[in-house]
RNA sequence: GCUGGGGUGGUCGAGUGGUUAAUGGCACCGGGCUGUAAACCCGGCGGGCUUCGGCUCUACGAAGGUUCGAAUCCUUCCCCCAGCACCA
């Protein structure tokens, strides 16, 4: 790739790049001297969770790693036992080391279904943190001023408004920067929510000397599957990474059109001129829209796995709601007690949440067994004749039950 | 600290002594239509037990009290909001 392709391919799904021209010259200059630029990001090791949204970020560090650059994945270990301003749970408990280190292997195991491995480094803000002296933290504390931080919107309004802003909280974004300022990155990438600290991490590195402030870039955050609210574990609207090839399909497939769009952008790789002849080929209905989730649904699960597990999970979708067949594979649960009422083991074995939900299940005609409507509440599994029966709770929840 | 207003189910918000598991919207779930899209239509939406007709327990910030009966009245406490006071 020229430097321009390279320019244009990292932008892509951007939202910041600071200061913007700065870029080529690092590209430039990492070429000529066959030297990898350095590219940091960092994540919090309370939550290690990854959902798609992460992964847009992630995705960027391995826009980087694909044009031979190096990664650092750095997990802020110190700053999580300080606690996120931005989390309104001050009192959270501080995790344990063991706690970290733990939540560290998960991140790892994640972010390796994207990240190559052998241009990934993995460092933990602790390392120089745990070693900083109250002298060095005061002095650290005299790199910005209470104006400057303030001006982050939260504080701002807090301060409006005088509810409380702990002095540690004013502290997060300094020790933040610090980060920038022990591990000298070429360029550090962050959500947009980040962008203050990000600015205040340039602030603080040529506070220390540092002569050429790390580039920053931001990416957007994802839409959840509502397509409205962010994606997040709490508000119930996200695809974990670790979900299973089905489930993430079958989760793609059932975002709006509108935002099909919006995650092709942010979760392929496909390059603007490629993404502009689809949406025309949309448009003149050359392609249908259900198809194109299918083929980005494809996509992302090929990147969680691999092309034969994304073909699988497509063609099983296909198989239960096109031909509207039953999956091969489904939970199975061994039946010791034939005498138990359907409804009670809908809700012990998690196809509906209660033993009430069970009974409007049936009641609403949503519960099938062996492809037969129940219709009975009162329905116990000894009538059924054969060694084992497949019930069926909705469209897509099935159980296979084995008779002992 | 003072004065006033308020805390209701996932959320917003009605209800001010008695058909009350509590109107309604949103969210959510099931069904229909489809492309597991949107829009739309129908149904549901605390838990447990049930011989499916029901029975029962828990819920309206917390704890007591009045009453045959309380989300609704009284007392105390906790929390939130607005205003006032205080502020080295």
Redesign the pocket.
Known sequence: MTIAEQLAYLKKGAVDCIPDEELVRKLERAAKAGQPLRIKAGFDPTAPDIHIGHTVLIRKMRHFQQLGHQVIFLIGDFTGMIGDPSGRSITRPPLTREQINQNAETYKEQIFKLLDRDKTEIRFNSEWMSRFSADDFIRLAGKATVAQLLERDDFKKRFE?QSPISVHELMYSLVQGYDSVALNCDVELGGTDQKFNLLMARQVQREYGVKEPQLIMTTPLLEGL?GVQKMSKSLGNYIGITESPREI???I?????AL?WRYYELLTDLSPSEMEQMRARAASNEL???DL?ADLGWRVVRDFYSDSEAVAARDE?DRM??ERRMPEEMPAVTVQDKSI?LV?LL?AEGLA?????A???IT???VKLDGEKVTD??FELTRIAAEQAVVQ?????FLRLLLA
Request: proline share 3%.
């Open positions: 408004s509502d399909f079958g989760k497939m059932s975002i709006s059109d099909m249908n829209p259900r989730k979708f709601f096109r009422r009670k809700a949440s209660s033993i009430s939900e009974q409007r299940f609403q005609g949503s509440v009162t709770v909705g469209k897509r929840k």
